[in-house]
C-alpha cells in the first residue's frame, strides 16, 4: 500500500508539470504560430503595397495593380473585413488628388499594420518597427510630396500673394516635423538593433538621412526664394522637384529594409514557436504513456486551469488587474436581452489633464493614480456591475440590470465627485478632474458594441462643461459628431486656400473717441459668404486643427500691425485671442515674442485676451499663470476677458498681472436703465479701478450705454454702437477717421439698422 502511494504521488509529481507543460505550450504556441502566420500575410501584403504607394508620390499614378494584390486583400481580411480594405485600396489608387491618394495608402497600410497586430507579433526588439514603418515614414512621403506639388503650382503663378509666402514656410515645416522625427527615430532606436541584418537597416537609415538633408537643403532655397518671389518666375522650384524621387527612393529603401527586418524576425519567432510546441509534443508523449491512466484524469483539470490562465493574461489590465476593453465587450456580447422594465447602463469615467501628470510627476505617479482610481472604483461599484479598464486614463462600468436610470444617473454624478479630489501619492499631492459619459439603452434591447461609442460620446460631451461633469447620451450628440467630422474635413481645405481669416472689431477710448484697438475675431470667407465661429470652432476643436488657426489669425495680425506701423503714429491695440494651449508652454511664449521682435514690432502692439476659464483645470493652472506674467514682462499687453463671469474673478486680478479687463455684455446690455445691473457694474468697474487696471466693455450698442459708462469711468468701449467686426481693410479707414464717435448715428437709425 505504501509503494502504491509512493508510485501515485510519483506520477502525479511526474505528470502534473508535464500536463501542465503540454496544455499551456500547445494552446499557447499553436495559437502563436497562428497569430504569426497572420502576421506575416499581413507584412507580405504590406510589402506588395510599398511599390504602389512609391509610385504614386513620384509619377502621380499607379498604372497596374497586381490581381494578386486584390485577392489577397480578400482573404486577409475576411467576410469582416475585406470589403474595407478592397475600398481603401481603390480610393487609394483611382484619386487624382495625390496627396489626398497617399493619405489613403498610408491608411491603407496602416489597418493592415493593425489587423495583422505587427506591433506585438515579433519580439520587444521590433515593436516600434510598425509605427515607424507606416506613420513616421509615410509621412515624409506624403509631406515631402505636397511640398514638391507646391514647388510646381507655386513655379507657375504670375504672382506670389501673402498666403502663399506664409502657407509654404507652414507646409515646410510639417514636412521637417516629419522628417526630422523619423531621422531622429532611426538614430536612436536603430543603435540597439541586434538582429543578423541590423547593421543594412543602420545603413538604409543613413542613406535616408542623407536624403532628407539633401531634400531640405534644396527646400529651403524654395522657402525664401518664395518668401522674396512676387511671381512664379522668381521660385527656385526645380532643385526641390529633382530631389523629390531620391528622397522618396532612399525612404522606401529603408521601408523594405524595416519589412525584411520584420520578417526575419517573425519568420524566427516561428520557428521557435514550432520547436518548442515539437519539444512539449515529445516530452508530453513520453510522460503521457508512461503514465496514461492517471494523466486521462488530471489533464482536463490542469488544461481546464492553463485556459483560465491564459485567458486571464488577454482579458485582464495588468497595472491595476481589472479586466480590460476585449474582456468588456465579451461581456456585453454575452449578455441576454434585457427583460421587460429593465435596461443596460454604461458609463465611461476619464481622468482629465491625465497626460499633464504624468509630464510634471512622472510616469510612476501616474501609474500610481490609475491603481488608487481602480481601487476606489472597485469599492463605489454595485456588486452586479462589471468594472474595466479600457486604456489610457479611461475606466468602463457596466450595470447589466438596470431599473432606475435616474438613480443610475446620480450615481454617476456620485463617482464623479469622489473621484475628483487631491490624493498624496509617494510625498506629493495630485488633484485628479473626472469627468463621465452615460449610455442607457431601450428597454428589452441587446447590449450592443456601439453603446461604448455612444458613451465616449456622451464622456467627449461632459469635458466641454468642465471638470467634475457628467452627460448622457442623446442621439443629437452623435449627429454633431459626424457634421463635426464633415466641417472638419472641408476647414482643412479652408486654412490651405485661404479662407480662413481674422475681422477686426474695434475699440474705442469712450473720452476722446479715438480708436485704440481691435479685437481679431476669426471668419470663414467661402464664396463670397461669411462663417462665424460658432459653426466651425467646436469641429476644429474636435479635429485639432485650433493651433492651426490661432497662427494663420496671429500672422495675418501681424501683417496688420506692420502696416499699422507705416501708416499711423498711433498706439494701437491689436487684440489675439490665446487659448491654454500657447499659455501652457514657456517654449511657445518665447516664441511668440521672438516672431515679434523679428517683424520689427513692439509686444505692446498685442493685446493677448485671455479667458479665465483656461485655468479652471488645477493641474495646469499653476504654469500658465507663470508663462502669462513672462509674457507680461515681455511687454505684452495682458486683457482679461469675460471679467465678472468667470469663477475666480479676484482671484483671478490678485494672481495675473493684468492691464485691462473685458466687462462681459451680459453687464453692458442696458445698463443705463437697470438699477440693479448698475450696481454691479459699477462694483465691477470700482474693483479693476481700484487695482489701477483699465477697463473696458464690450456689447455696448446704445448712446445710452455709452453715456453711462462714460459716467460710471469706463476707459474704452466695443460693440455695434462702434462697429461689427470688419475685415483689415474696413478697419485702416476707420482708424484713418479718427475721432470714431463723432461719425456715430443715431441710436434711433442704429436700432432701424440692426432691424
Same mark, same amino acid.
Given at each position: 500500500?505504501?509503494?502504491?502511494?509512493?508510485?501515485?504521488?510519483?506520477?502525479?509529481?511526474?505528470? &502534473?508539470?508535464?500536463?501542465?507543460?503540454?496544455?499551456?505550450?500547445?494552446?499557447?504556441?499553436?495559437?502563436?504560430?497562428?497569430?504569426?502566420?497572420?502576421?506575416?500575410?499581413?507584412?507580405?501584403?504590406?510589402?506588395?503595397?510599398?511599390?504602389?504607394?512609391?509610385?504614386?508620390?513620384?509619377?502621380?499614378?499607379?498604372?497596374?495593380?497586381?490581381?494578386?494584390?486584390?485577392?489577397?486583400?480578400?482573404?486577409?481580411?475576411?467576410?469582416?473585413?475585406?470589403?474595407?480594405?478592397?475600398?481603401?485600396?481603390?480610393?487609394?489608387?483611382?484619386?487624382?488628388?495625390?496627396?489626398?491618394?497617399?493619405?489613403?495608402?498610408?491608411?491603407?497600410?496602416? *489597418?493592415?499594420?493593425?489587423?495583422?497586430?505587427?506591433?506585438?507579433?515579433?519580439?520587444?526588439?521590433?515593436?516600434? =518597427?510598425?509605427?515607424?514603418?507606416?506613420?513616421?515614414?509615410?509621412?515624409?512621403?506624403?509631406?515631402?510630396?505636397?511640398? &514638391?506639388?507646391?514647388?510646381?503650382?507655386?513655379?507657375?503663378?504670375?504672382?506670389?500673394?501673402?498666403?502663399?509666402?506664409?502657407?509654404?514656410?507652414?507646409?515646410?515645416?510639417?514636412?521637417?516635423?516629419?522628417?526630422?522625427?523619423?531621422?531622429?527615430?532611426?538614430?536612436?532606436?536603430?543603435?540597439?538593433?541586434?538582429?543578423?541584418?541590423?547593421?543594412?537597416?543602420?545603413?538604409?537609415?543613413?542613406?535616408?538621412?542623407?536624403?532628407?538633408?539633401?531634400?531640405?537643403?534644396?527646400?529651403?532655397?524654395?522657402?525664401?526664394?518664395?518668401?522674396?518671389?512676387?511671381?512664379?518666375?522668381?521660385?527656385?522650384?526645380?532643385?526641390?522637384? *529633382?530631389?523629390?524621387?531620391?528622397?522618396?527612393?532612399?525612404?522606401?529603401?529603408?521601408?523594405?529594409?524595416?519589412?525584411?527586418?520584420?520578417?526575419?524576425?517573425?519568420?524566427?519567432?516561428?520557428?521557435?514557436?514550432?520547436?518548442?510546441?515539437?519539444?512539449?509534443?515529445?516530452?508530453?508523449?513520453?510522460?503521457?504513456?508512461?503514465?496514461?491512466?492517471?494523466?486521462?484524469?488530471?489533464?482536463?483539470?490542469?488544461?481546464?486551469?492553463?485556459?483560465?490562465?491564459?485567458?486571464?493574461?488577454?482579458?485582464?489590465?495588468?497595472?491595476?488587474?481589472?479586466?480590460?476593453?476585449?474582456?468588456?465587450?465579451?461581456?456585453?456580447?454575452?449578455?441576454?436581452?434585457?427583460?421587460?422594465?429593465?435596461?443596460?447602463?454604461?458609463?465611461?469615467?476619464?481622468?482629465?489633464?491625465?497626460?499633464?501628470?504624468?509630464?510634471?510627476?512622472?510616469?510612476?505617479?501616474?501609474?500610481?493614480?490609475?491603481?488608487?482610481?481602480?481601487?476606489?472604483?472597485?469599492?463605489?461599484?454595485?456588486?452586479?456591475?462589471?468594472?474595466?479598464?479600457?486604456?489610457?486614463?479611461?475606466?468602463?462600468?457596466?450595470?447589466?440590470?438596470?431599473?432606475?436610470?435616474?438613480?443610475?444617473?446620480?450615481?454617476?454624478?456620485?463617482?464623479?465627485?469622489?473621484?475628483?479630489?487631491?490624493?498624496?501619492?509617494?510625498?506629493?499631492?495630485?488633484?485628479?478632474?473626472?469627468?463621465?459619459?452615460?449610455?442607457?439603452?431601450?428597454?428589452?434591447?441587446?447590449?450592443?458594441?456601439?453603446?461604448?461609442?455612444?458613451?465616449?460620446?456622451?464622456?467627449?460631451? *461632459?469635458?466641454?462643461?468642465?471638470?467634475?461633469?457628467?452627460?448622457?447620451?442623446?442621439?443629437?450628440?452623435?449627429?454633431?459628431?459626424?457634421?463635426?467630422?464633415?466641417?472638419?474635413?472641408?476647414?482643412?481645405?479652408?486654412?490651405?486656400?485661404?479662407?480662413?481669416?481674422?475681422?477686426?472689431?474695434?475699440?474705442?477710448?469712450?473720452?476722446?473717441?479715438?480708436?485704440?484697438?481691435?479685437?481679431?475675431?476669426?471668419?470663414?470667407?467661402?464664396?463670397?459668404?461669411?462663417?462665424?465661429?460658432?459653426?466651425?470652432?467646436?469641429?476644429?476643436?474636435?479635429?485639432?486643427?485650433?493651433?492651426?488657426?490661432?497662427?494663420?489669425?496671429?500672422?495675418?495680425?501681424?501683417?496688420?500691425?506692420?502696416?499699422?506701423?507705416?501708416?499711423?503714429?498711433?498706439?494701437?491695440?491689436?487684440?489675439?485671442?490665446?487659448? *491654454?494651449?500657447?499659455?501652457?508652454?514657456?517654449?511657445?511664449?518665447?516664441?511668440?515674442?521672438?516672431?515679434?521682435?523679428?517683424?520689427?514690432?513692439?509686444?505692446?502692439?498685442?493685446?493677448?485676451?485671455?479667458?479665465?476659464?483656461?485655468?479652471?483645470?488645477?493641474?495646469?493652472?499653476?504654469?500658465?499663470?507663470?508663462?502669462?506674467?513672462?509674457?507680461?514682462?515681455?511687454?505684452?499687453?495682458?486683457?482679461?476677458?469675460?471679467?465678472?463671469?468667470?469663477?475666480?474673478?479676484?482671484?483671478?486680478?490678485?494672481?495675473?498681472?493684468?492691464?485691462?479687463?473685458?466687462?462681459?455684455?451680459?453687464?453692458?446690455?442696458?445698463?443705463?436703465?437697470?438699477?440693479?445691473?448698475?450696481?454691479?457694474?459699477?462694483?465691477?468697474?470700482?474693483?479693476?479701478?481700484?487695482?489701477?487696471?483699465?477697463?473696458?466693455?464690450?456689447?455696448?450698442?446704445?448712446?445710452?450705454?455709452?453715456?453711462?459708462?462714460?459716467?460710471?469711468?469706463?476707459?474704452?468701449?466695443?460693440?455695434?454702437?462702434?462697429?461689427? &467686426?470688419?475685415?483689415?481693410?474696413? =478697419?485702416?479707414?476707420?482708424? =484713418?477717421?479718427?475721432?470714431?464717435?463723432?461719425?456715430?448715428?443715431?441710436?434711433?437709425?442704429?436700432?432701424?439698422?440692426?432691424?
Amino acid at each position: 500500500m505504501h509503494i502504491r502511494g509512493w508510485l501515485t504521488g510519483l506520477i502525479v509529481f511526474l505528470l &502534473a508539470p508535464s500536463l501542465l507543460f503540454a496544455s499551456l505550450w500547445f494552446y499557447n504556441k499553436l495559437s502563436s504560430v497562428s497569430a504569426i502566420d497572420k502576421s506575416l500575410d499581413g507584412l507580405h501584403i504590406t510589402q506588395a503595397l510599398g511599390p504602389l504607394i512609391q509610385e504614386k508620390a513620384i509619377t502621380g499614378t499607379v498604372r497596374h495593380i497586381p490581381a494578386s494584390l486584390r485577392s489577397q486583400l480578400t482573404g486577409f481580411g475576411g467576410p469582416e473585413r475585406a470589403k474595407y480594405l478592397s475600398d481603401l485600396l481603390d480610393k487609394f489608387t483611382t484619386e487624382k488628388d495625390v496627396n489626398l491618394s497617399l493619405k489613403q495608402g498610408r491608411e491603407l497600410a496602416l *489597418a493592415i499594420t493593425q489587423m495583422a497586430r505587427l506591433t506585438t507579433a515579433g519580439s520587444y526588439e521590433t515593436s516600434k =518597427l510598425p509605427y515607424l514603418l507606416n506613420d513616421m515614414l509615410l509621412s515624409v512621403v506624403i509631406e515631402s510630396s505636397k511640398m &514638391a506639388e507646391n514647388a510646381r503650382r507655386l513655379s507657375k503663378r504670375d504672382t506670389i500673394n501673402v498666403w502663399d509666402k506664409m502657407s509654404i514656410p507652414v507646409q515646410g515645416g510639417q514636412f521637417k516635423v516629419a522628417a526630422d522625427g523619423a531621422a531622429r527615430e532611426t538614430v536612436q532606436y536603430f543603435e540597439y538593433l541586434k538582429g543578423p541584418h541590423a547593421d543594412n537597416l543602420r545603413q538604409k537609415a543613413v542613406q535616408y538621412r542623407s536624403a532628407n538633408v539633401q531634400f531640405q537643403t534644396k527646400g529651403s532655397k524654395l522657402l525664401s526664394s518664395t518668401i522674396k518671389g512676387a511671381t512664379g518666375k522668381d521660385i527656385i522650384s526645380e532643385p526641390v522637384i *529633382a530631389a523629390h524621387p531620391e528622397l522618396i527612393h532612399a525612404t522606401f529603401m529603408l521601408w523594405q529594409e524595416i519589412l525584411d527586418y520584420l520578417n526575419e524576425n517573425l519568420e524566427q519567432q516561428r520557428s521557435q514557436t514550432l520547436f518548442a510546441v515539437s519539444l512539449a509534443g515529445f516530452v508530453g508523449a513520453l510522460v503521457i504513456f508512461g503514465a496514461f491512466g492517471i494523466a486521462v484524469a488530471l489533464s482536463r483539470a490542469l488544461a481546464d486551469r492553463t485556459q483560465q490562465e491564459f485567458e486571464n493574461l488577454g482579458f485582464h489590465d495588468p497595472l491595476t488587474g481589472l479586466p480590460n476593453r476585449r474582456a468588456l465587450l465579451d461581456k456585453m456580447r454575452d449578455l441576454p436581452q434585457s427583460e421587460d422594465g429593465q435596461r443596460i447602463g454604461l458609463i465611461v469615467f476619464d481622468l482629465r489633464q491625465f497626460k499633464k501628470i504624468n509630464n510634471q510627476y512622472g510616469d510612476q505617479t501616474g501609474d500610481a493614480i490609475l491603481r488608487l482610481v481602480g481601487e476606489q472604483l472597485t469599492c463605489l461599484a454595485e456588486p452586479e456591475d462589471f468594472l474595466s479598464r479600457t486604456g489610457g486614463s479611461e475606466f468602463v462600468l457596466l450595470r447589466p440590470a438596470l431599473q432606475d436610470h435616474s438613480q443610475f444617473e446620480r450615481f454617476a454624478k456620485k463617482v464623479a465627485q469622489s473621484l475628483a479630489k487631491e490624493r498624496p501619492v509617494d510625498g506629493q499631492k495630485v488633484v485628479v478632474e473626472v469627468n463621465a459619459g452615460l449610455y442607457i439603452n431601450q428597454a428589452g434591447s441587446s447590449a450592443t458594441d456601439r453603446m461604448l461609442i455612444d458613451a465616449t460620446l456622451a464622456l467627449r460631451s *461632459a469635458k466641454k462643461k468642465g471638470p467634475r461633469k457628467t452627460a448622457i447620451f442623446v442621439p443629437e450628440m452623435r449627429a454633431v459628431f459626424e457634421e463635426h467630422s464633415e466641417t472638419a474635413n472641408e476647414l482643412l481645405d479652408a486654412i490651405d486656400e485661404g479662407n480662413i481669416v481674422p475681422w477686426f472689431q474695434p475699440q474705442v477710448d469712450i473720452n476722446t473717441g479715438k480708436i485704440v484697438g481691435a479685437e481679431a475675431l476669426v471668419r470663414w470667407v467661402d464664396n463670397g459668404g461669411v462663417r462665424y465661429p460658432g459653426s466651425f470652432l467646436p469641429a476644429a476643436e474636435d479635429a485639432g486643427y485650433m493651433k492651426l488657426i490661432e497662427a494663420t489669425v496671429r500672422q495675418q495680425a501681424f501683417n496688420l500691425a506692420t502696416t499699422l506701423n507705416t501708416q499711423t503714429d498711433r498706439c494701437i491695440h491689436l487684440g489675439l485671442n490665446v487659448s *491654454a494651449d500657447l499659455l501652457g508652454s514657456a517654449k511657445a511664449a518665447d516664441a511668440l515674442h521672438q516672431t515679434v521682435l523679428d517683424l520689427g514690432l513692439k509686444p505692446s502692439d498685442f493685446s493677448l485676451e485671455i479667458l479665465e476659464a483656461v485655468m479652471i483645470d488645477e493641474t495646469a493652472a499653476d504654469p500658465i499663470k507663470e508663462n502669462i506674467a513672462h509674457l507680461s514682462d515681455l511687454g505684452f499687453f495682458i486683457e482679461l476677458d469675460d471679467f465678472g463671469t468667470g469663477h475666480s474673478s479676484i482671484s483671478s486680478l490678485r494672481d495675473l498681472h493684468v492691464d485691462r479687463v473685458k466687462i462681459d455684455r451680459s453687464f453692458v446690455s442696458g445698463v443705463n436703465n437697470k438699477p440693479d445691473l448698475q450696481k454691479f457694474t459699477s462694483a465691477l468697474i470700482n474693483l479693476a479701478k481700484s487695482l489701477d487696471i483699465s477697463v473696458l466693455a464690450e456689447g455696448v450698442e446704445t448712446e445710452e450705454e455709452r453715456c453711462w459708462l462714460q459716467q460710471n469711468g469706463c476707459d474704452v468701449i466695443q460693440g455695434f454702437l462702434i462697429s461689427k &467686426a470688419v475685415p483689415q481693410e474696413q =478697419l485702416m479707414t476707420m482708424i =484713418l477717421r479718427q475721432d470714431i464717435l463723432k461719425t456715430l448715428p443715431s441710436t434711433e437709425t442704429l436700432h432701424a439698422v440692426q432691424a
